[in-house]
């Protein structure tokens, strides 16, 4: 705190009320510091890099290059690369929402047993993402994959190189993130589903109204701010996929196939040592972020209903 | 009329049941061939034959997990990372939440949605900054880079617990005010206690998200004697499968997801109930 901000306070405050101020602020002293170390001062520190030549032991001022970092980005053809990946696994999204909303549906009647249901399509988010990576890398196996040995058993033919192939490897990428995450869609989305008054859906029926039409005209507006959630951090996850693609296909796959941003900053930042090239696609991947967070946020009068 | 009508739902009920239960076994139906190829031998699970049922069932793989020194220390690394960062940063986490809802200050929406922000930013680009800062200070033999962050509270817990308490009159500060009670005490007395059920779950939802993490730990960490569990599983993978030791690569994923999976059957009501109001009201 600086005596600047301190001073007109002190002058419109009481004495009490100076108490109550210094309190309030010291309580939340941990996670504000907290932020300037490890958000605010790296987010600089970053900027700063992405103008370097830096390798991340030679003296980083002295690398100065300017845009140039940024420059090379926009020419380079892997970041193109794996720019298109990383939005091609978005294609999830949709899928997920889809689906969820459907179980969640379909979950949202009064049947026995239902919770049990809920639990079990719940399972994998609370998995270790590692763990099921890794599992999934054995169930996508080529030669005794799970995957492929039911499709032998039940078509007679071998099924397709899921990781090894350009194209099976960005399906199977998806596959495993809607897996993964179904349980988070039907969670929200019955959530959204059981604040929808049920008189909304008797009203229509008697105006002659049909299921599908239910659902289009009632359902689905209703539930958007569900569907707005799911799709921001959707995007701002999907942005930064990284983990799965590691552990699943290690060398980023055939061609590169599968590697995502966040994945060849790691190899650029960490493995090749160019801290400054990496910390320049770092910097342009959130700026990305925010701008379509930001239009999003912009866009959702045009879409998201609220029930008042 | 009615009766028919009751008669539709029933079978429309069933349907989607069925529906339903079909879905369910194939989200469950890769963690359950994870489960029975622990049980496998090697041969079992690398023959051309499709097989689901282990036959003979082999228990020691997990004995063989059990007994590798690594393993055991995983969980002894990320237990050492996930109980100071718990204790000390649910205290600050709910410390700061209830300053942020109930007490008056200068700056404070400020603060807050600057804090708020930070949850848009990508670890992507703090990660190399972050691994620099900690290089520097040596923490990289260690498991400080895993715990220090976490002391200062956790945004998310943060917003959740101030969430939680705008539905507790903002009088009762007032009242305790008078009764000559201080801040500190009003915080430890009287709103800890109110808090305690929500606190409780985003700690678990918290200790889930260290157990599982797996980044932070790859990045920061570079001594193997401070690996954390996930870190270990992802070596186990790499150095057992290229003799196809799949059953014991299986054996330790499948332990290293049962606690939190415990941990879910038990709390479930509450872990859902948490997950669904962070996406309604986000």
């Known amino acids: 705190m600086n005596v600047s901000e301190v001073r007109p306070v002190k002058k419109k405050m009481s004495k009490a009320a100076l108490t109550e101020h210094r309190w309030g602020l010291a309580f939340v002293a941990p996670p504000f510091i907290g932020f300037l170390l490890f958000m605010a001062f790296p987010i600089v520190f970053a900027f700063v890099a992405s103008l370097t030549k830096w390798n991340g032991m030679n003296d980083m001022l002295d690398q100065f290059c300017g845009l140039q970092n940024y420059v090379k980005l926009m020419g380079d053809e892997k970041f193109w690369k794996v720019l298109g990946n990383t939005v091609i696994y978005m294609l999830g999204i949709p899928i997920g929402m889809i689906l969820g909303l459907v179980i969640a549906v379909g979950m949202n009647r009064k049947i026995r047993g239902i919770k049990v249901l809920r639990t079990l399509y719940y399972i994998p988010v609370v998995s270790s993402?590692?763990?099921?990576?890794?599992?999934?890398?054995?169930?996508?196996?080529?030669?005794?994959?799970?995957l492929n040995s039911i499709i032998k058993f039940l078509t007679g033919s071998h099924g397709p190189n899921?990781?090894?192939?350009e194209t099976w490897v960005k399906v199977s990428m998806i596959i495993f993130m809607v897996w993964k995450g179904l349980g988070t869609s039907i969670i929200l989305y019955l959530a959204g589903l059981q604040g929808i008054p049920r008189d909304y859906y008797e009203a229509a029926t008697i105006d002659g109204a049909n299921g599908w039409n239910l659902f289009r005209h009632i359902t689905v507006p209703l539930v958007s701010p569900v569907t707005f959630y799911l799709l921001i951090t959707g995007l701002i996850g999907g942005f930064q996929v990284f983990v799965e693609v590691l552990v699943m296909v290690?060398?980023?796959?055939?061609?590169?196939?599968?590697?995502?941003?966040?994945?060849?900053l790691y190899e650029k930042a960490f493995t090749s040592r160019q801290m400054g090239y990496g910390s320049?696609?770092?910097?342009?991947?959130?700026?990305?972020i925010f701008v379509i967070t930001a239009i999003n946020f912009r866009a959702q009068d045009k879409w998201v209903k609220t029930m008042d | 009329m009615t009766l028919q009508r009751n008669k539709k739902t029933k079978l429309v009920d069933t349907i989607v049941l069925i529906l339903l239960i079909l879905g369910a076994v194939a989200m469950v139906f890769p963690l359950v061939y994870m489960v029975f190829s622990s049980f496998m031998t090697k041969n079992q699970i690398l023959s051309a034959e499709f097989s689901i049922i282990p036959d003979p069932w082999k228990f020691g793989k997990y004995t063989e997990v059990l007994q590798r020194p690594e393993f055991l220390r995983g969980v002894r690394n990320t237990l050492m990372v996930a109980i100071p960062v718990l204790v000390v940063g649910g205290f600050t986490s709910s410390l700061a939440a209830f300053s942020f809802s109930k007490l008056q200050f200068k700056g404070k929406n400020g603060i807050f949605l600057g804090l708020l922000a930070t949850m848009m930013i990508p670890f992507a680009v703090v990660m190399i900054p972050q691994y620099v800062m900690f290089t520097k200070m040596q923490w990289t033999n260690s498991l400080l880079p895993l715990i220090?962050?976490?002391l200062f509270g956790n945004v998310g817990v943060i917003f959740f617990l101030r969430q939680n308490l705008t539905s507790i009159p903002s009088t009762l500060v007032e009242a305790a005010k008078i009764d000559g009670c201080g801040y500190f005490r009003i915080y430890y007395q009287i709103f800890l206690p109110l808090m305690k059920g929500a606190l409780m779950t985003q700690l678990i939802l918290w200790f889930m998200g260290i157990w599982n993490d797996y980044l932070a730990p790859t990045i920061f960490i570079q001594d193997d004697e401070w690996f954390t569990l996930q870190?270990?599983?992802?070596s186990f993978n790499s150095y057992y499968a290229v003799n196809s030791d799949y059953p014991l690569i299986m054996a330790a994923s499948v332990l290293s997801i049962l606690p939190t999976l415990l941990l879910f059957f038990f709390f479930q009501r509450y872990i859902i109930e948490s997950v669904a109001i962070s996406g309604v009201k986000g």
């Open chain 1, 280 to 288: 320049a696609m770092a910097f342009l991947l959130s700026l990305i």
């Open chain 2, 231 to 234: 870190v270990v599983i992802r």
């Open chain 1, 129 to 146: 993402l590692v763990a099921v990576a890794i599992l999934w890398m054995w169930v996508f196996n080529y030669d005794y994959g799970l």
């Open chain 2, 148 to 150: 220090i962050p976490g």
């Open chain 1, 250 to 264: 290690p060398s980023g796959g055939l061609d590169y196939s599968a590697a995502t941003v966040v994945f060849y």
């Open chain 1, 162 to 165: 899921w990781l090894g192939d």
